[in-house]
């Protein structure tokens, strides 16, 4: 037997229930893409049909779809030649364009995806095909590549909305179906459309009827996200409901762990956050022996001994801060953008001055940081730096940006001069042309053949009449060559 959920995708962005808005936005979007167009970002919680309205415009457009995900970096010659070449444009289906899809843009922080939200970008620039991004929580997602891309709320679907497409499948199914039971399960799925086929699918599985007392029995699929994990750890939910919860998220103990970590510091009071420190603790011992031993039956020890422990230490004091995923993320992300700058200025200055990127970084920076403060203008202008560059040798913002935007400013007006120049050159070009052509006179009309002829007769007849001055004319013509 079929899963419903598959079986009653929908095929075409008309087929998608609810959110006419967003639908709307992703086909003006798509109809009107050309390269450079920012890409969409579909928001909201699960199962409301964002990646199948991803999909089923990829179908209606007649797009092939390519779905990525960050971590393909490694591979980023695969993902150049996919996102960037227009050599490549065509596929073997011969579909015009290619969607590119990163389902789960909001969960890059994981170790896989390190990196993943610049990743993105980067193939965000240099990507000639449309691109779509998907995530549960707009907060999740890195500034930059939010930035970068163009909103697309999907709202969770209203139970009025839903029940006509679960009505839909019963007859589909021949399955009979009481109005209660269809409402029962639309109201119960809190907008997730997925969780009401699923519902419907487990209540009326090998029946032709579906009444009301069915509907009891089918278990709503839940697939909870780590901030409601984290929400339930605060609230100090029940034992059951946190390892329900916990064993419905696909983060990994060591990785749930840190996103614990991360809020405890909206516990009240000392006692509580070194009370949930100290489960964390403990509950990080078992992670670490299960990486060890590889002995993975440690890990629901190590999850209850920290979800158990820090929803105790807790005392249901709430949430009132927004969940943020672990600051230690931030940190490496931003290490790694340090480094990388390093490499780029080291590269830099090792082509200027034709020495070695380990000599100048074990010996010489301490000087040439020197140099570059007595006078930062001219040094960011022979090695062409950037802000970032110039501050990694002056350690002041403020001033390393006033110096940026003193260059480009003297480049601006450096090209504007420049501009101005060729337009006046090319205008008194035009002035002198002008005037050449009103001082020549008119070119001599061509001297038709009959005309020579008509001449020829004159000159030979005027040869009889002046016989000997002709002559002499003749003559003194050939002599002056
Ligand atoms: N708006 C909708 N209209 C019709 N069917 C829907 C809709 N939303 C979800 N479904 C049903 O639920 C299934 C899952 O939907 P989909 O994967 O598109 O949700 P999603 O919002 O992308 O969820 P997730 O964020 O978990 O990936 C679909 O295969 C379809 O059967």
């Not at 065509?90 to 994981?110: C, I, Q, V």
């Not at 679960?166 to 109005?179: M, N, P, Q, V």
């Not at 209850?304 to 807790?314: E, P, V």
């Not at 050449?436 to 020829?456: C, M």
Request: proline share 3%; charged share 30%; with cysteine.
């Amino acid at each position: 037997m079929q899963d419903w959920v598959e079986k009653y995708r929908p095929q075409s962005v008309s087929d998608i229930v609810g959110n006419k808005e967003a639908v709307r936005q992703m086909v003006e979007w798509a109809k009107n893409w050309q390269r450079g167009q920012e890409p969409l970002l579909l928001y909201g919680k699960p199962g409301i049909g964002k990646t199948s309205a991803a999909y089923a415009l990829a179908r209606d457009m007649g797009w092939e779809i390519v779905e990525l995900n960050a971590s393909d970096q490694r591979t980023k010659g695969i993902i150049e030649r996919i996102a960037g070449s227009t050599a490549t444009t065509m596929s073997l289906t011969g579909a015009s364009r290619k969607l590119l899809l990163f389902d789960e843009a909001d969960n890059l922080h994981g170790s896989a995806d390190r990196g993943g939200a610049r990743a993105i970008l980067d193939i965000i620039k240099i990507s000639m095909q449309p691109i779509i991004l998907i995530a549960n929580d707009l907060y999740g997602i890195a500034k930059e590549l939010k930035g970068a891309c163009e909103p697309v709320q999907f709202k969770a679907i209203q139970a009025r909305s839903i029940a006509p497409r679960l009505r839909y499948i019963c007859s589909a199914e021949k399955i009979s179906c009481s109005d209660d039971s269809i409402r029962d399960i639309s109201e119960s799925s809190s907008g997730d459309m997925r969780a009401a086929v699923n519902m419907l699918f487990a209540a009326s599985a090998g029946k032709d009827t579906l009444s009301e007392d069915m509907i009891a029995t089918a278990e709503k699929d839940e697939r909870s996200t780590i901030f409601e994990l984290v929400g339930a750890v605060l609230k100090g939910q029940s034992d059951r409901r946190l390892m329900e919860l916990s064993s419905n998220i696909s983060d990994t103990p060591d990785t749930t762990e840190q996103w614990v970590e991360e809020s405890i510091f909206q516990m009240k009071g000392i006692e509580s956050q070194y009370l949930a420190y100290k489960n964390l603790s403990v509950a990080d011992t078992y992670v670490g022996n299960t990486y060890r031993r590889q002995y993975y039956t440690l890990w629901k020890y190590a999850s209850s001994l920290m979800l158990i422990g820090c929803a105790d230490a807790a005392g249901g004091c709430g949430v009132f801060e927004r969940i943020m995923p672990p600051s230690r993320w931030r940190k490496m992300a931003g290490g790694k953008k340090q480094k990388n700058l390093r490499i780029r200025v080291l590269n830099k200055l090792s082509e200027g001055y034709h020495v070695p990127e380990d000599t100048l970084r074990d010996e010489l920076l301490t000087s040439v940081s020197v140099l570059v403060d007595l006078n930062p203008m001219k040094f960011a202008k022979d090695f062409e730096l950037d802000k970032d560059e110039l501050n990694f040798f002056l350690h002041d913002n403020t001033r390393s940006a006033e110096i940026i935007k003193e260059i480009k400013k003297e480049i601006r007006e450096r090209e504007k001069a420049e501009k101005k120049k060729e337009k006046s050159l090319s205008s008194k070009k035009t002035k002198k042309l002008v005037e050449t052509v009103k001082e020549k006179p008119p070119a001599q009309p061509e001297i038709s053949e009959k005309t020579k002829d008509e001449k020829k007769d004159t000159i030979s007849s005027d040869e009889e009449n002046e016989n000997g001055k002709k002559q002499a004319e003749t003559q003194s013509t050939l002599f002056s060559f």
